[in-house]
């Protein structure tokens, strides 16, 4: 029984660290998109309006990058040494 909780738990922060990445590329993506219309825009309120989205889809994937980098970090640690803390 613990070893299908152990398996089960374990498919769920794969699913999750998938996840992650995807979401991290959507955003790379989201984040070149709004690069490429803020340097084509012509319109004051345009270049306003791209200065915004360039900055949300920033924090967004700063975000994303911190939680994959816990997630990862969370893998790389010594069992023994967490438990000892």
Not at 68 to 83: A, H
């Amino acid at each position: 029984m613990f070893l299908f909780r152990l398996i089960k738990h374990s498919k769920t922060e794969d699913e999750r660290y998938t996840r992650l990445l995807s979401d991290l590329a959507q955003t790379k993506s989201d984040l070149d998109f709004a690069y490429a219309n803020f340097q084509n825009a012509c319109e004051p309120d345009l270049i306003d309006s791209y200065i915004y989205e360039v900055n949300a889809v920033q924090l967004r994937y700063k975000f994303l990058l911190n939680c994959l980098k816990q997630f990862e970090d969370s893998y790389t640690k010594n069992p023994l040494e967490v438990s000892g803390s």
